[in-house]
């Protein structure tokens, strides 16, 4: 037997007032609360899913140019931004720190363009050596000549996947 009375009175949060809720508003607003709750859930998935995508550009429109860095830290060490500039716009742009052992991928989109050009750089360690990861993506060739290791131990292997004009590059710090 149900022993839950047909209405209630509710709190609405405003100072001393009250509303009278139904059955069917309580049903009403449980459902739309539902709803609410699974969209912030799928849009935090698609967010986390963006991510996780990897080397996937964003859809694009007709003449505009992607590129694509993905970076993974392999040393033992955190890798501080210091600084990253493009000549696109940022789909999804560097973290402020990346993790032991973690990698990142970084997007940059532009439109109408045939040259775009990324640079990142990370400090590798509080006190450590300088991590500079660039791509030059071109209709001519898609560039990475001025990544490197500056001021300590370490390297980048890097290699480019695809060309303009949705250019992937990896990055691989070691």
């Known amino acids: 037997m149900n022993t839950t009375p047909d209405t209630a009175t509710?709190?609405?949060?405003?100072?001393?007032?009250?509303?009278?809720?139904?059955?069917?508003?309580?049903?009403?607003?449980?459902?739309?609360e539902s709803f609410a709750c699974l969209a912030a859930v799928a849009g935090?998935?698609?967010?986390?899913?963006?991510?996780?995508?990897?080397?996937?550009?964003p859809a694009q429109q007709a003449g505009q140019a992607t590129t694509t860095m993905t970076i993974t830290n392999h040393t033992n060490q955190l890798e501080w931004l210091l600084s990253s500039?493009?000549?696109?716009?940022w789909v999804v742009p560097p973290q402020v720190v990346l993790m032991p052992g973690a990698s990142e991928?970084?997007?940059v989109s532009q439109p109408r363009t045939d040259w775009q050009r990324t640079i990142v750089n990370y400090?590798?360690?509080?006190?450590?050596?300088?991590a500079t990861y660039a791509a030059a993506n071109?209709?001519?060739?898609?560039g990475t000549e001025m990544t490197g290791v500056t001021?300590?131990?370490?390297?980048?292997s890097n290699q480019?996947?695809?060309r303009h004009p949705n250019a992937t590059v990896r990055y691989d710090l070691w």
């Open 105 to 107: 991928t970084i997007v």
């Open 10 to 32: 509710e709190t609405t949060g405003q100072a001393g007032t009250t509303e009278t809720a139904t059955p069917a508003k309580t049903r009403n607003r449980r459902i739309v």
């Open 44 to 57: 935090v998935s698609c967010v986390v899913g963006a991510g996780v995508a990897g080397a996937t550009p």
């Open 123 to 130: 400090r590798v360690g509080l006190i450590g050596p300088q």
């Open 138 to 142: 071109t209709l001519w060739a898609v």
């Open 160 to 162: 480019v996947v695809t």
């Open 85 to 89: 500039n493009t000549t696109g716009n």
């Open 151 to 156: 001021g300590g131990p370490g390297w980048i």
